[in-house]
């Protein structure tokens, strides 16, 4: 089984290791990362934190942001929670005003937020839980960069990171509306880079594989219990081989390319999908 991850003090204090970075000019900019109370997203936020950024921290609860603030606090950042489930494009609307009016304006948008249903088939699985999958995955990073482009564009200054998945890149049996939301983020993510470059806005997608998160542990958990332990030990031992640098990816490795990209170093890139995947897949 997957060990538990628990971001630590010291975790965070690696992250604000100045010596070990590079300067990547995001001190003072405000940021807004979906789904940041767990996993990626949590670790996003820190390494936002560690750069100077102001954070604003999304989950669909106050009590599911409080762990990602918890740990913001030491770095000393403006920071706060904004609640909401990003599917809901009023309460989406109210939070990211407030949120704006709070830290001034938004120069920074992290979709993460995403939620993968039961490991089944798509023939035995529950077009409910399709829907939610896709409602959340596609439609919550529509509705959160619908809310935040007109601000960016008249500032004619912005970032867009979406976190999509090497499962929508080469496909992924099991996860079938999973991946055909990303699938959907990742065309998105090219084509409203073509609209806003013009605007001084880029929009790019990091796309993680195997990362050792909550998500992921929910899901070796279910295999687990209908496969058995062994059985799921075994498979990813077999996971673990097809990766050329042998390892399951940590949510830090996602975290330090979201940084790169929404910094002005990365100013002259846009619309790109970029895989944080320990060599699993190399789509050209
Ligand atoms: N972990 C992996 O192996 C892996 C691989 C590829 C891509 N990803 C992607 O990375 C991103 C983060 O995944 P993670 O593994 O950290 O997952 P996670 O489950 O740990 O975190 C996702 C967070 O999103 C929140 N969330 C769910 N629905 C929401 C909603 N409607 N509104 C607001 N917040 C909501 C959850 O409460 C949770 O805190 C996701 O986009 C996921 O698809 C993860």
Do not use: W
């Not at 628990?6 to 070990?20: F, G, S």
């Not at 030990?233 to 996602?254: L, M, N, Q, W």
């Amino acid at each position: 089984m997957a060990r538990i991850l628990r971001t630590t003090y010291e975790q965070v204090l690696c992250i604000t290791d100045k010596t070990a970075r590079m300067d990547l000019k995001l001190k003072g900019q405000a940021v807004l990362i979906t789904g940041a109370g767990s996993g990626i997203g949590q670790a996003i936020a820190l390494a936002f934190a560690a750069e100077g950024a102001a954070v604003a921290v999304n989950d669909l609860t106050h009590e599911q942001c409080r762990e990602t603030l918890d740990l913001l606090r030491p770095t000393g950042v403006p920071m706060l929670a904004a609640p909401f489930d990003v599917t809901r494009l009023n309460d989406v609307r109210a939070s990211m005003g407030e949120v704006q009016a709070q830290l001034g304006r938004l120069d920074v948008l992290i979709n993460n937020a995403a939620v993968m249903a039961n490991n089944t088939s798509f023939v035995e699985s529950r077009p409910e839980d399709c829907e939610r999958e896709i409602a959340v995955g596609l439609f919550g990073a529509m509705h959160c960069a619908r809310v935040v482009l007109p601000g960016m564009m008249d500032r004619a200054h912005g970032r867009i990171v979406n976190i999509v998945s090497d499962a929508a890149r080469v496909g992924q049996e099991r996860e079938v509306a999973y991946s055909s939301a990303k699938g959907g983020l990742i065309s998105f993510t090219k084509s409203l880079a073509r609209e806003v470059g013009r605007h001084g806005i880029t929009v790019n997608a990091v796309s993680p594989a195997a990362t050792d998160t909550p998500l992921r542990r929910q899901m070796l958990q279910r295999l687990e219990a209908k496969l058995g332990a062994e059985a799921v030990a075994a498979r990813e031992e077999k996971v673990r081989r097809i990766y050329p640098v042998r390892r399951i990816g940590e949510p830090s490795d996602v975290a330090d390319l979201v940084t790169f990209l929404a910094s002005t170093r990365a100013r002259h890139i846009t619309g790109q999908i970029c895989s944080v995947n320990g060599g699993f897949a190399m789509p050209g």
